[in-house]
């Protein structure tokens, strides 16, 4: 009976055994083919690059400087009488103030003199005129007898306004030396140096101060080769902003004035000439450059059409990778025509809508595939047979 029993028992855990056994290796097999349907793939991020227009900067530095530096010197003789307050180093005067005074009283009498000179020298040719007037008359009385000119009183006449115009020029000289006598600021200007005091004798074309006209300022500032090739064709009155830096720094607004027109024989550079109105902000009421400050000079210059912008990191050795149609890796060789701050400009070696690699692998080669972060994957066909085989 127990015999009977075990015939009966034995294919139902045979039967068991084998489907117990079909499952795990199943499963093994499973396990397998989704350990090889693993994406090794490096994962990079990509961005399209469009091509714009751009508007060249270029940047520069220079020192500030007065447009114009006089070693003043005094017209007349004479004692210093009194000077401006503000006649002092470091002073700043406008146009047209009295620096310093110099005794009046020898330039007064002078005018006094000249004055009655040229009196005189009136009152001699009305009586010139006169008698040359009296002669015309006699002569035109007696038609018939020839008169010289001796006897019109013309050699007469010139000669009294030769007088005349002598002694106007005298005194015109002599109310020049008065009004010399006032030295008088050409222009708004600071005070560099001052040599005179109240007291002093100064003479004529003696020096007696160092001033800086502070009405316009220039800033020559040196433009290398590869930037000379990006100026604009007309540069005088290009706008350019003049940044002074510091703990306190500003900008203020010059222009263009000109081009020196020499190429230094040592840096091989040209060099441009920056003017500021009023640099020390009397009328502007803006923060003042002082001169010799070292300042930036940034201006506009020519305009680059459909340029690539990219950042410098992304740039090695005139080379990008772009992610190609089948998402693999391309080198590109590019043509980098401009460097501004931490951008390369690119005229040429790429296309619009081209997807940048911005994350490289490790070891990027040619043709490696990869695969895009956030991209969505495309399904796989090994993925529906393996559900299949599940359900089976």
Known sequence: ??????????????????????????????EQEKKALVDTRPTVQVEPVSANDHQVVINSYGE?????????SAQVSGEVLSWHPSFVAGGVVARGETLFSIEKDNYEAAVLVAEAELARAQAGLIEEQAQAKVAEDEAKRFPSKARTDLFLR???????????????????????????????????ALIVSRNVGVGQYVTMGSQVAELNNIETAEVIIPIAGFDSVFLPERIKGITATVIQKGLNSFTREGVIDRD??????ATRMSSLVVRIEDPYGLKNKQPAIKFGSYVQVNFAGT??????????????????????????????????IREEGEYFYISSGLKADDKLVVTLPEYPQKGMEVKIAGAQPAPESSDVSTSNTQQL
Request: include cysteine; aromatic fraction near 6%.
């Open 303 to 336: 305009t680059l059409n459909n340029i690539y912008r990219l950042p410098q990191a992304l740039v090695n050795n005139q080379t990008v990778w772009v992610v190609g149609e089948n998402q693999t890796l391309e080198p590109r060789k590019v043509t980098v």
């Open 1 to 30: 009976m127990q015999t009977n029993s075990l015939r009966w028992v034995f294919p139902f855990v045979a039967l068991a055994i084998g489907v117990v056994g079909f499952k795990a290796i199943n499963a093994l097999a499973n």
């Open 64 to 72: 500030v400087k007065p447009l114009e530096n006089t070693q003043l």
């Open 154 to 188: 013309k050699p007469q006449v010139l000669s009294a306004q030769a007088n005349v115009k002598s002694a106007q020029a005298a005194l015109k000289r002599a109310q020049r030396d008065l009004e010399n006598c006032d030295v008088k600021a050409p222009y708004d």
């Open 260 to 265: 020196l027109g020499i190429v230094d024989n």
